[in-house]
């Protein structure tokens, strides 16, 4: 009877398109409407990341570099989150830990940012890993308590102690002075990173982390150490959170107490949720959405982040898909309706 | 002497603040990142009913509580019921409402100091040290939110549904208990407790929104360190961090006391991680 009742209803039928067909196998090179469906994404993230900035004005350019550091943490965000199992609201660990990183070796040890950024990325992941490692043996809610509890601790030291200048930061650091380098730093770092993370994903590593992640009993069965896998993911992440803090650094030739400010942990999170997480690029997407709108926002101030924490809230309850995989679908998919 | 005063009044603000977040921990499984945006809120309803809308201060006092609960009940049953069973999703999804709203807190303009009036002015000698009433008061709330909370959740029937659900769901809910609602329930106890521990708790300083930020962190590494969920270990573990850092105040200067309760949950982690009197689920909690 039910059957009957139903009869008239219809419902939406997802259908891929038949050029995504055709491309997913060797026929993809058979002509360049095929090839050009295939590469039309990629060449359209390159141009937008790597000639877009040349016609920027110089005020927008420093939003790209903004833009950019956050797109770095939502990826790193996005990595742990997605492919490891593990929420990081630590945002503001990465970036404080890497740009004091940064900015002591600048500062104390005089070390211009060509080797001072380097050092401090990988350093800083380094000491956020050792941070961290006690929680890596847990499941559940600790790694996320830890990595929003250290920036509190850290600034409270630095304020207590007044050490690695105190609340007035450090500043006059050594910084770039050529703009187009500290652009197009920005520009290639984040380009590379981000193929070289999808890449490391899709990689033999990349499948232990999200086996990891899906059954943590079965791969320790295996006889794979968890601790260490975590390990190397919150490393991954780490060295690309602090090289996003570290670059700030640079930027600003500046480092202090706002650096651990949440507002570095909640929007990178809002980027990649909004964007679509799992998918890095939805991560770019959300925060070159995010960036720049909450530079036209600027006279609402605090309200920016009301609005973030409640859209960020919206997505996560009603929309965990995101933009970007929604793009995706629309770009390979037709749907139409059927009688059922 | 005076050590052993001011950490037993240290150790009724902390249990104060964790008893609510370890019952929703414990009954819901949801880490209720909100719990301290709900805590320095309920402050704020408080003072706008008294200031803003004319109310008297018992009145007041009471119906921001009422608030407290009915906001747990808008987070589970408007966010959390959704992505109930997605631990990565509650945690964000909790810790966005929860800067949502302590940053909307600024917004509406409670920057600056703030404060609510303590419920008794002046201050009565305990052995020979001079403690204000409204400390004494917070100390007696203390004890009395936890005897509360062991007979509720011993002797009550919708106390040992909770129970129920916290320790195995899906047997209670083949017992006719619902699950939701029990969530519900805790959710809204749990932020009445945030609302109770703010209206007893925050006349004795200034209010500022980011004591929000705070007191999450000073419940939940309560919770940590005597296991989450457990409520005879937030017990114990509120008097060994507050003694602690009575201690470490007094010996070693104020700008430590944040640090302490961060060695205790580091040290915790090392060696126990189930917290002191948590019960230790070897293959489930461990990787």
Known sequence: ?340 | MDILIYGLINAASLILLAVGFSLIYGVSRVANFAHGAVYIATGFIAWALMNKAGLNYPLSIVLSVVVSALLGVGIYQGLLIRVRGMPASEIIASFAIAMGMIEALKVVGFVGSYGNPVFVRGSVEVLGIPVDYQRLISVLVAFGTVVFLYVFIRRTKIGLSLRGIAQDERSSMMLGINSDLAATISLAIGSALAGIAAVVLLPLGNMYPGIGYEALIYAVAVCIVGGLGSLGGTVFAGLMIAFAQVITVRFLGGQWRMLVIFLAILVILVFKPSGLLGRQKELEERV
Request: proline share 5%.
């Open chain 1, 1 to 340: 009877m039910a059957i009957s009742e139903n009869k008239s209803e219809r419902r939406l039928e997802r259908i891929d398109r038949g050029i995504k067909a055709r491309t997913d196998g060797i026929y993809a090179l058979l002509s360049w409407r095929e090839i050009s469906y295939l590469m039309a994404p990629r060449t359209f993230l390159l141009m937008g990341l790597l000639v877009l900035p040349v016609f920027l004005p110089e005020v927008w350019q420093r939003v790209f570099c903004l833009a950019g550091i956050y797109s770095l943490l939502a990826i790193a965000f996005d990595f742990l989150f997605s492919y490891a199992g593990m929420v990081s609201l630590g945002g503001a660990l990465w970036m404080g830990v890497g740009g004091y990183t940064v900015g002591i070796l600048g500062s104390e040890f005089g070390l211009p940012p060509v080797f001072s950024l380097p050092i401090g990325t990988f350093l800083g992941g380094g000491i956020c890993t050792v941070l961290l490692l006690p929680t890596l043996r847990l499941k559940g809610i600790y790694f996320a308590i830890a990595t929003f509890i250290y920036p509190f601790i850290i600034s409270h030291i630095i304020e207590a102690l007044q050490i690695a200048g105190g609340t007035f930061g450090l500043a006059d650091l050594p910084v770039i002075e050529n703009g187009w380098v500290v652009l197009y730093v920005m520009a290639v770092l984040l380009t590379g990173i981000f193929f070289g993370i999808r890449r490391l994903v899709i990689e033999d590593v990349g499948m232990v982390f999200r086996s990891m992640m899906e059954n943590d009993q079965a791969v320790s069965a295996s006889g794979i150490s968890i601790t260490v896998l975590r390990t190397i993911a919150v490393y991954i992440a780490s060295c690309i959170g602090c090289l996003a803090g570290g670059y700030l650094s640079v930027l600003y030739g500046w480092v202090g107490m706002s650096f651990f400010a949440l507002d570095f942990s909640i929007l990178p999170i809002a980027a990649s949720v909004i964007g679509g997480p799992g998918t890095f690029a939805g991560s770019l997407l959300g925060a070159f959405i995010l960036v720049p709108l909450t530079e036209f926002l600027r006279p609402f101030g605090p309200m920016r982040m009301v609005g973030y924490s409640v859209i960020l809230a919206l997505f996560v309850v009603l929309k965990p898909e995101g933009i970007f995989p929604y793009l995706t679908r629309k770009y390979n998919q037709f749907q139409r309706w059927v009688e059922v």
